[in-house]
């Protein structure tokens, strides 16, 4: 079976996830860049509290929500904006993890009220709009656009004054900073290295206010 787009802008699009996931195999995962066994040490740093309510962006039908929630993290909410996935998830994972939510929503427009959340996380979602990419140096408008309003939704969303937004993916930081760092004079963006040979980029948002290392209520 064929799961790839003709074109890499395909991957940008609603139709070719609802596609792809209409023929895949419900019991199939499918995870871009990293698994929780991967990432699971940079997890717990980031997010001690296995209370954290955690909005999970573009979910997929990724196996990362099931093996943090089976890790101890059981406040997750899932969106994704293929209600075919959305469907396939909620029903495969609803007896053995009956805490997480599955609701279909586009990470550019979010419908939860602002600061309902302490962490949100990204896992190569972002990347999904920028597959059109013809030109990295000068991505086109109206993709800027759409980053710029998933970010903004995010930090609308996030609680004061600990939430974070944490985004993992291949993209360099040369290319992601001036994406993610939309407002720098109220948050800040760190950014770690992962790997070896080929890499992999953390990038974490945070308000300014939060000083790294003190005591943390909701994200830590």
Sequence with gaps: MELLPEKNAGYATQEYWDERYSKEDPSNTFDWFKTYADIRPLIQELIPSRDARILMLGCGNSSLS??????????IVNIDYS??????MRAKHA????????????????????SSFDIALDKGTMDALLASVN???NPAPEILVDCDREVAEVQRVL????GKMIYLTFGQPHFRRKILNRDPAAWELE???LGEGFSYYLYILRRKQEK????EDGAQ
């Design 66 to 75: 099931a093996d943090m929630y089976d890790d101890g993290y059981t406040n």
């Design 83 to 88: 209600k075919v996935v959305i469907d396939m």
């Design 95 to 114: 007896e053995a993890r009956p805490g997480m939510e599955w609701l279909e929503m586009d990470i550019r427009s979010l419908s939860f009220p602002s």
């Design 135 to 137: 030109d990295v140096w």
């Design 159 to 162: 609680k004061a004054p600990h």
């Design 191 to 193: 950014v770690r290295e």
């Design 212 to 215: 790294k290392g003190q005591a």
